[in-house]
């Protein structure tokens, strides 16, 4: 047996890693392998590792209880095997666990503290310069986001023309100084120039990632990887079969043990014509198998809806597909899918030309509103114009919008809920109203929103026999203003405003 | 023959009226008919008279021909049978003649000048105290509006808790002190306590009507008359089929010969459970009929459309099935009835507490933009609180609210297209582009709506031959900004705002 350094404790819903040197000779990416079998009182784990460059296998591992663990690391990278045990210790801090699908609809940490999504959109902020993430990772830390959607690959498109700091292959991408505003459309899924060895990836790149995973975990904040999307230059998104499964076991093999990290298999697969459905099965088979933590997984549009019902799909992240109408459309996805319904791509809040970039912050907090109060969430994204092209959808950077700070509004009241999260139900046709999930009759908790429409008062009737406290909430001015308990029908005077909601809550004998 | 004073001389499209002495005896409205014959060179009309009290029964005719005619009258009203001539001149002032379809989506006066609705509704200021009467006709006056949806029956419903100025028939009322904002819903469609006799017609009521709309006519503003409805409480809305029949050969024989009358055979027809399809088809058979002039007729819906296709309605009258989309489907709706569409009750702006009833002066006008430039129209309606509850929704008075002068610079924005309309052209899908119906490619004019988008510029390209003049339009500030002119592809700077608009239009050698 080899001897290897290792940490002798690690965390539960921590990252427990090993680092083995091994052979270099050939492609040790393709030609070997190594695995990890982790054995615990309650669980028996199998893991692939992976080749990190200069010499160094990695096998990495997280565990799910908190207890002593046996491990054993073999494949043919080396010709000395080596086992060992660590102990696993009660999660601390804020470590509430991987974050699941918890009741149809909503999600929870694993130890059951509720987790209400509010997501961004930044797709490359990992692949700026330096200076720019950590701009990205201040604003993110100041801000209301509690989940981010970015790609693994760079990015080609409007706004997107310069270079990612790394790429994720050994090789040589395309001359870039043929790009202009006017031109880059016709480079995108399209590759000349590039020289990339599909066999032999670039560790930098994704050792980079991981940094960027556990900067993010750090903040408390889910990491919503996209592997695979259509805005490419370098030929990424037009790999071969064999090319594809080498790099989704690799992304596995390296991401699968952090605890945050969500598998969002591709940014608007549908714009992807050189993937068929069956590709997409077959990553998802991928996932299925080799992630042994069951992550989160979705798969984006831009038009048509991939089919939701497949079960390997945890939650429905839906583009949507109408300019006016989306948000409130949340019941009838939920209906239709039974799973969470997750909105992300609602159109940005921004100032550029695209019509998808262009909404105002009100728009976009009305949404967000729409969409919780029916059930679901709504992601965040921002397109304002900049003098050197950096917008927060693509590189991160700082905020200029006026809705970030209502969407951390939201995320208040929603966590004041006493529950894992809203159901849309039935009352006036001219409200949205929700109670929580699964706790009606019990919860006596209602929350009433009334979007665009201003009305000067609203009358209500739960019962002739508990109290009810009312709150006033104005979701765009943040405030929350009670106006105290009434019984049996009563009437809420409101100032005839747009963006107002009603709070009522049954008082406890 | 009997010796009566006429008028020797009408201009065309006027109204030309005999009234006959005639007999008392029974009761007039239904034991005696008078008719009338007019001849001329062009034209042979047969109308119906009517009885209009105090032993005067009179004949109206509106001439289509400037040219000599004669006339006829008879029937069993008088034993002794009139006739005579006179001369029709030619159209004076602002007289266009009768609006009518003129081409699948749009209207026109029968002259030929284009006619752009911009409606608004009210549905019983006529029927208002004279003073709120006089203000309504004064807030028209210095208004927008060319049209204006109003019930030949007064209205029960909120806010409508009071006593019209008179009924249309003879007869007492249910006793309405017993009303209150709390129980008025109960007696919609009931009528307990009121006693009239629907074959005595109260002429002073409809007297009363042709008054209002000659008065609209003088401020060139259409009288779309909503012969049935609803909101009832004295039991007008379920009078058997005899007594409906009689009741619309009268509002004929009394309304058809004004020039600017619609026939609006229903607000909310689907509200009205004690009519059949086959009693508003035979509404609709007695119009046809009756009415010479084939004035325009359309049927509101509440919820489901009536079927628009019957050949017999003119145009679309539509009230909104969504409360986020609407005005958005008018190509949809074009396509679906080769008819006119004109969206009454989009929502009107204010402040109540119904839904249908509270959206901003912004939501309006956007809304007429989208309509629109998607090739139909928008109807306007207000419903701000008020301490006397006066709505112009209802009973006219004054205007508060923020839209009205903007939809008279859509007007003008309307009137300054080179034909009847607009129709709906395919260009960006985030864009709302629109070109003057029937003339592409010949009109070279194109205009393009953001609606709640925001772009800070947009490109255009239409061929590279021809200079195009840019306007940009900020629909809600009302203004026009000439940016010159621009040949091939070109860009046009935007200010990042929402409700913005582009106008362009070739340059003419």
Known sequence: MAEINYPKQVEKWGVFELSCPGKTDGNPFTDYKIAGVFKSKNERITVDGFYDGEGIYRVRFMPSFDEEYQFEINGNFSETPCSGNFMVTPPSGNNHGPVRVANTYHFAYEDGAPYYPV???????????????????????????????????????????NEPRSYPYEGKPMDSSVLTKENFMKYVGEAPGNQWDFQRFNPEHFRHIEKCICSLLDLGIEADLIVMHPYDRWGFSKMNAECDDLYWNYVIARFASYRNVWWSLANEYDLMPQKTISDWERYAQIICNKDPYNRLRNIHNCRPFYDHSRPWITHCCIQRQDIYKCAELVAEYREQYKKPIILDEIAYEGNIQHGWGNISGKEMVRRFWEAACRGGYAGHGETYFHPEDILWWSHGGELHGDSPKRLGFLHLILSETPGLGLMPIRKGWDEIAATVEELIPVSGYYLFYYSFMR????????????????????????????RGCFKGKFRVELPGKEYMAVRIRRVKE
Chains 1, 2 share one sequence.
Not at 123 to 148: D, H, M, R
Request: hydrophobic fraction near 30%; include cysteine.
């Open 119 to 161: 997501g961004t959109t930044c797709y490359v902020w990992e692949l700026q310069s330096e200076a720019l993430q950590k701009k990205t990772l201040e604003t993110l830390k100041n801000g209301p986001f509690n989940k981010i959607r970015f790609c693994v690959f760079p990015k080609h498109y409007d706004y997107n023309l």
């Open 455 to 482: 009305p000067s008062f609203r009358d209500y009737y739960f019962d002739d026999t508990n109290d009810y406290n009312v709150e006033v909430i104005d979701t765009w001015d943040m405030t929350i203003e009670d």
